[in-house]
Every structure is written in structure tokens, then in C-alpha cells.
């Protein structure tokens, strides 16, 4: 199994455009997350989806969009990229087992800069 | 609101004893897990606590006691591939289940 993938690893965009991050898993999983993670600070959730063709927002969903047609794909989107958007974004995903207790794999990340 | 609290950076030495504190205030409180993440590297899980008391792992362990809102991380017999950062994070039933995550905690190794 690869697990979670993430697509691409770096990416330089400049401000006001817009790029779809990929990400899979090959675990079958339900739940899936996109999070955030700034320098000093904890990972933020932007967006998570508990099946295909459920979306939720997570705490800091201004300015990306996801959608989920599959379980194996979760992308997400940034459509006018701004320079507050810079960050390293993490896919996650997790079974959803009978307590709760399943933790979340985590793809490599996509460093993302906005210039 | 939620809130969690970590050291920001510790420093121990190689085959020495270390523990590092979590501290979290929430009103949901559904579980707490420990992650370990390499510098520019994916975090991945180590520990999952619901229930008061010690979990043990091999050279990991952690403990929780939900009356105190604290949690510990303890890493025996350090190695210096320990060097990474320690991510504490509650399941909050208040936020749709969703993890809260601390800062995490930077731990250098030195020989």
C-alpha cells in the first residue's frame, strides 16, 4: 500500500492564481482531512469529508474549496491565490473504526508558496 | 473555547529519560493523541489515550488524567533519531469530532 499521497511536493505560485492539490489514499478509508501547518503553530483543519460526496468545513476554510467523488480522492482547490495562503498542506485520512480511536495517516505534505 | 499547551523546545541527552507535558482545556473531551514529526516530514502516530492512566509502548509511553486536562509523552533510553517534534492533539465532541492540535514540541537530542 502507498498510503496517502500528495501531489505536487513544492509548488511556487504567484498571487491570484490558482492550483488544485491532489490527494489519494489506497487504504479505503472514509474520513480524509486537508490541514494546514505554519511555523510555531498547530495544524489547522481547512476541510474534512467523512465519505464520497460529504464535505465539511474545518477551522480555517476561507479561500479553498474541496470535493470528494471518490474515497480514494480528496483534492483541494485554491482559487486566487493570496500570500497568507503560504503554508505546508497536509491529506490525512483515517478508518472509521467502532470508538473512534483510529489515528489519522498523513501524505508528505505540499509546500506551497505564494508570491 | 479550546486551548493546548505545549513546551515549545526541549533538549535531553542521548540514553536519558524524557517527558514531555500537554496541557489542554476543552468541555468535549473525546481522546488525545501523541504524533511524532521529523523536520520537513509527515507527523505519524505514536500514542492514543481516552481512559486515565499509562499507555506503554516499547521506549514510548503516555498518560493521561482527564480531571487535571494533562497529558505526558515519556521517551526512554533516548536515541538521536528521537530529534523531532511532539504533536499533542484532543478529539474535541464540540468541533464534530475534529482534532485539536497542539504547537508541538521541539526535542533535541545531544550526545
Redesign the interface.
Known amino acids: 500500500n502507498a498510503g496517502v499521497t500528495q501531489t505536487p511536493k513544492f509548488r511556487i505560485l504567484k498571487i491570484g492564481q490558482s492550483m488544485t492539490l491532489q490527494c489519494t489514499q489506497d487504504m479505503n478509508h472514509n474520513y480524509m482531512y486537508w490541514y494546514r501547518q505554519d511555523p510555531?503553530?498547530?495544524?489547522?483543519?481547512i476541510y474534512?469529508s467523512v465519505g464520497a460526496g460529504i464535505t465539511?468545513k474545518?477551522e480555517v476554510p476561507n479561500g479553498y474549496n474541496v470535493s470528494r467523488s471518490t474515497t480514494e480522492d480528496f483534492p483541494l482547490r485554491l482559487e486566487l491565490a493570496a500570500p497568507s495562503q503560504t503554508s505546508v498542506y497536509?491529506c490525512a485520512s483515517r478508518d472509521q473504526g467502532a470508538v473512534?480511536?483510529q489515528?489519522?495517516?498523513?501524505?508528505?505534505?505540499t509546500r506551497l508558496s505564494i508570491l | 473555547g479550546q486551548n493546548?499547551d505545549q513546551p515549545?523546545e526541549m533538549t535531553a541527552t542521548e540514553g536519558a529519560i524524557v517527558q514531555i507535558n500537554c496541557t489542554y482545556q476543552t468541555s468535549g473531551f473525546?481522546?488525545l493523541?501523541w504524533y511524532q514529526q521529523h523536520a520537513g516530514?509527515?507527523?505519524?502516530?505514536l500514542s492514543?489515550n481516552?481512559l486515565d492512566g499509562l499507555e506503554e509502548k516499547g521506549r514510548f509511553s503516555s498518560f493521561l488524567s482527564r480531571s487535571k486536562g494533562y497529558s505526558y509523552l515519556l521517551l526512554k533510553e533516548l536515541q538521536m533519531k528521537d530529534s523531532a517534534s511532539y504533536?499533542c492533539?484532543v478529539?474535541d465532541r464540540n468541533s464534530?469530532?475534529?482534532?485539536?492540535?497542539?504547537?508541538?514540541t521541539k526535542l533535541i537530542i545531544k550526545p
Open positions: 510555531g503553530m498547530g495544524l489547522k483543519l474534512y465539511d474545518g497536509f473512534g480511536n489515528p489519522q495517516h498523513f501524505g508528505d505534505g | 493546548i515549545t473525546n481522546g493523541f516530514e509527515a507527523p505519524t502516530f492514543y481516552v504533536l492533539a478529539r464534530n469530532y475534529q482534532l485539536i492540535w497542539g504547537a508541538g
